[in-house]
Structures are given as structure tokens and as C-alpha cells.
């Protein structure tokens, strides 16, 4: 490509995500966008008590990632490609499986109200894995919150993702199961990522 991308990469947790970025953006020398989710202080409270907790969490998440959105928005037209691992669209994901319906009516006021003034990726790649693909990965990377991790809450998510995307039309949608890909040391499965999100991008430019 001859100009600058923004590609969004999005999927449940433990999907893979944040990998892809990093492996992406050395072939697209991009800049990478992190989510930052070591910050929201209510996250392992949230994992030890849902219900008591998952509003603020949420809330909490939605203000972070708009805010990181805002910045996308302001870039100017000399950035390089930039590479997230993650779209604002997942927080109204996360509010549907975790919010009770008082909560959630809220909670769709304020995102309503912010979507609008956020940055529309070029090509949005929708990660998907088996069940038991996506618990073995959340246990090899050992974080402590997600020790006990419930498999029916990511039974759940997965089942919401599939749901959201099945219907998703904002933007070209590229979508990969990684179950059986080699996203960690395969330049050639790196290389045939890329080509396609190019295409894609292409396509909704010509």
C-alpha cells in the first residue's frame, strides 16, 4: 500500500490479539496500539466478583479505549500505518454479556455518545479458536487474575463475538480462525495476513 493503514484486530479472549499485532507491524511498519488493560484498577476485582463489579469495569474500560481512540482520530496524514489490538466495539460486547439491563441502558447512552467521534479502520480482522484453544493459551500466559478463569463465561463471549460479526457491515471484515495457525514464528502465515488485509483495503479504496 501506498499509503497509511489503520487495521483493528478484534476476537475473544486469549484469541490471539495482541501476538498478531506484534508480528503485523514489522511487516507493515506500523504503530502499535495496546489496550491498556492492566490499568483499570476494578479488573481483578471484577474476575473475583462479576456482578458487583462489572459496571465499573466496564465503564472504566470504555473511557480508556475512547480516549486512545481520540488520539487515532487526531493523527496526521504523514503517520505511519497504525495496528490496535483491539475496537471500541468490543466494550458494547462486553456490556452485553456482563451488565444487568438497568446497567446496560445506561451504559449504551454513553457509548452511543461516543462513537461517533472515533476512527473507522481500513480493515478489521476478526479473530476466532477453538474452546480449548483459547483456555490453554489465557493459562500459558499466567496472569494472576485469570488463574480461575470460568469457561462458561468465555463460552459466552465467544458465542457473542460470533453473533456480533455475523451481522458486522462497517467496515471490510477479514476473518481468521487461528486455532491452527502459526501466528508466532510463521513469516510465510504473517505475509498471507498481510496480503489479504491489503486486498481488502484496496478493494474499499477503489
Known sequence: MTRPLYVA???P???????????LSK??????????????????????DRDRYAFQTQLCFLMSRFHQQQELAQTDLFRP??????????????????????????YDRI???????????????YLTARQEVLLERI?????????NFDPEYLLNLSELYEHYFAHYEKTPLLRLDTSD????????????IYAQIVQLAEARAA
Open 181 to 192: 495457525l502459526d501466528c508466532v514464528s510463521s513469516d510465510e502465515t504473517i505475509e498471507a
Open 139 to 147: 493459562r500459558k500466559r499466567g496472569r494472576s487474575y485469570e488463574a
Open 9 to 11: 484486530i478484534e476476537g
Open 81 to 106: 500505518s497504525i495496528l490496535a489490538d483491539y475496537h471500541l466495539l468490543k466494550d458494547r460486547i462486553f456490556a452485553r454479556l456482563t451488565l444487568r439491563d438497568d446497567e446496560l441502558s445506561l
Open 27 to 48: 511487516r507493515m511498519q506500523a504503530q502499535i496500539v495496546l489496550e491498556a488493560f492492566e490499568d483499570n484498577p476494578f479488573l481483578e476485582r471484577f474476575y473475583s
Open 13 to 23: 479472549i486469549g484469541v490471539g490479539k495482541t501476538t498478531l499485532v506484534h508480528r
Open 111 to 125: 457509548f452511543n455518545s461516543l462513537e461517533a467521534h472515533i476512527l473507522q479502520p481500513d480493515v478489521l480482522v
